[in-house]
């Protein structure tokens, strides 16, 4: 994933929805750092889904119908995408 056409989303260890997002993975990194927290900080593309993302770059293929539909779609995430694993503000 190009850096002009993606962000970072920091999805905290027992959060329920994400906590912030980012621009550049550099500023993602101080944030967590500063404040210590645990979580993954993951890339996401801009104006598609991972789910149609992973699709039209090869890093996924349905191999069945429930892979296809509303409930896997709504919360698909794909290995292919970057993401750090944080605990306690440091990269594991």
Known sequence: MNQTDAVWVF???????????FRERSQAITWIERHALS???TVYP???????WALANGHFKPKS???SEAR???AFSSAAQAHLHFENGRAE
């Open 46 to 52: 801009l104006d598609i889904s991972v789910y149609d």
């Open 39 to 41: 979580g993954v900080l």
């Open 72 to 74: 896997f779609i709504g």
């Open 65 to 67: 119908q429930a892979q």
């Open 11 to 21: 999805h905290g260890a027992d959060a329920r929805f994400a906590s912030a997002v």
